[in-house]
């Protein structure tokens, strides 16, 4: 099956810094991978996908992501990140079996320091 | 416009008793997920609708969990005898129709705690 792995389980970052939250995956043919953000208490908000094309996928709120082949990586970036951004992170990758599912990380909490 | 409505938001039940949880998709949308999310933990696909017809049912982990959506828009997940294994947060997502390159919407989906 599909899947993806995020390999850590919290992000601290100051604000103003770079945000990084990081990606790998494993599929068989082509990945299409999908970014999403969840608050507390709320669902699933999309941020931004790849599909094909060029592999600097630009988002939602000024995040982008940087599909990277070789790596097998879909690693998540803001330039600078914002107390706002503090919330759980959720990379995904479709399942396979044609019903467009997705297979999800274990998700990676941001927390954005004042 | 209108995004995902999911209710209750918040249900409690003692073990033993059923449950029905509402989605009620974005207008148009054909396509209609349910996923598991337990505490700490990413979602987990539980069942796929294509209209009215159910088309993928693999991830319901037993036969106490029953999903429908009769008329193609509306839908239900009905857990039957719940367990306590049950609690967990149920997010409902739809898509239009297309290909696999449609983004899924959620709804802020119900959270079921099995005493």
């Known amino acids: 099956a599909q899947s993806v792995a995020q390999p850590e389980d919290q992000v601290n970052v100051a604000e103003g810094n770079p945000l990084t939250v990081k990606c790998t995956y494993s599929?068989?043919?082509?990945?299409?991978l999908f970014w999403y953000v969840q608050y507390p208490n709320r669902g699933l908000q999309f941020l931004l996908k790849?599909?094909?094309?060029?592999?600097l996928v630009k988002g939602s709120y000024g995040f982008e992501a940087e599909f990277n082949k070789s790596q097998t990586s879909f690693h998540l970036k803001k330039p600078s990140a914002l107390v706002s951004d503090s919330a759980l992170y959720f990379c995904a990758v479709r399942d396979i079996g044609g019903n467009n599912r997705l297979a999800f990380g274990k998700g990676n909490q941001v927390v954005v320091i004042p | 416009g209108a995004g995902v409505s999911q209710s209750p938001r918040y249900k409690v039940a003692k073990r033993g008793q059923d449950v029905a949880l509402r989605c009620d998709p974005i207008?148009?949308?054909?396509?209609l997920f349910w996923y598991q999310q337990a505490l700490g933990q990413g979602p987990e696909f539980l069942t796929y609708?294509?209209?009215?017809?159910?088309?993928?049912k693999s991830g319901l982990p037993s036969d106490r969990f029953f999903a429908e959506r009769p008329e193609g828009s509306v839908s239900t997940l009905k857990i039957q005898r719940t367990q306590q294994e049950d609690s967990a947060v149920y997010l409902c997502a739809s898509s239009p129709q297309g290909g696999s390159n449609q983004p899924q919407h959620f709804g802020d989906g119900t959270r079921l705690s099995i005493l």
């Open positions: 599929v068989s043919g082509n990945p299409y």
């Open positions: 790849y599909i094909t094309g060029d592999n």
């Open positions: 609708f294509q209209n009215e017809a159910q088309l993928d």
């Open positions: 207008s148009g949308h054909v396509s």
